[in-house]
């Protein structure tokens, strides 16, 4: 039979692809690595991993139990979560992975209101976009992942990555057009049509929002000129201010950070990206994560970018 924390181990391994790699990840020795993938490799009659050199890597039978290592991690998770919360959720976690612009206002609107409510549950944050945090919830390292994508968006970290996940819709977030306070554009009736700032230099975000700026600039004819790329929203508005570029940022965003210096328009044609909370069909059964999703649908309900 094959024990969990030997497959942690192997995951690690997969991951790290050397011992020494998955021991610091793990906080063990390379010895102690070792030895529980000698345990694992009795356990499974065949081979799991090819030693040579400074790097490890797995046979076909260990990529195969690799593949399924995360899926077995996941459901004892769910099992371990489930049988802790019985008895009225004096006991549990929720392990909560975000995208950076609901962390100020979304996020803590609902975690508060969990921990009022079930101070004995255990709570922890973590940011990511998207992709990442699909991945974080499909290997265990998380409970619920807050992710996002744009309703015309099909590409990677849209719906069809969540296939085989319980998604919980939460808001409609739109985008908007960040302007320096002086623009000619910066004060007007109706929403600032994307084409009449194609001849602006950007301010763009992470990898997904870019690759998503750029597609929606290509539908109105034109390839927009990103001179600075940032996640970090202060530093985009702070950029947009200082006459660097234009920007187009997510009303959760906005909400969040000082607007000095810029003028915020709505933008034309509307863009608007769906906010959802994702988590593992198991997990979605269990007490302490079915309250965190509520908690996070009242926080939707009341915030006032929702659209």
Do not use: N
């Not at 690595?33 to 356990?43: D, F, W």
Request: with cysteine.
């Amino acid at each position: 039979m094959f024990e969990a924390r030997h497959l942690r181990v192997l995951r690690a391994v997969a991951r790290t692809g050397s011992l020494s790699g998955a021991a610091r990840e793990l906080g063990c020795t390379q010895p102690a690595v070792s030895q529980q993938m000698k345990a694992l490799e009795l356990a499974a009659g065949t081979p799991l991993l090819v030693r040579g050199g400074r790097t490890t890597r797995l046979t076909e039978a260990g990529e195969a139990l690799a593949r399924h290592a995360s899926g077995i991690l996941a459901g004892l998770a769910a099992a371990e979560e489930e049988v802790a919360a019985i008895g009225g959720l004096r006991a549990g976690r929720v392990r909560l992975v975000s995208f950076p612009s609901a962390g100020p206002s979304l996020v803590p609107t609902a975690l508060a209101a969990m921990r009022a409510a079930y101070p004995d549950v255990r709570i922890t944050l973590a940011e990511a976009q998207p992709p990442h945090a699909v991945e974080m919830l499909r290997g265990g390292e998380c409970e619920l992942a807050l992710v996002y994508r744009y309703e015309d968006d099909d590409g990677a970290g849209g719906a069809a990555d969540w296939e085989g996940l319980s998604a919980r819709p939460l808001l409609r977030d739109r985008l908007f057009a960040v302007l320096p306070a002086g623009h000619a554009l910066a004060r007007g009736d109706g929403p600032v049509r994307l084409g009449d700032l194609a001849e602006e230099p950007w301010i763009a975000g992470c990898p997904h929002c870019r690759r998503h700026l750029v597609e929606l600039c290509a539908r109105e004819g034109f390839t927009p000129r990103i001179d600075f790329a940032t996640d970090d929203y202060p530093a985009a508005i702070g950029l947009v201010a200082a006459g660097m570029g234009v920007s187009a940022q997510p009303g959760l965003a906005l909400e969040a950070v000082r607007l000095r210096g810029v003028a915020v328009r709505e933008l034309g044609p509307a863009v608007r990206r769906h906010v959802v909370a994702l988590t593992l069909p198991d997990l979605a059964q269990v007490p302490a994560v079915d309250m965190m999703l509520g908690r996070l649908r009242l926080a939707a309900l009341r915030d006032p970018t929702a659209g």
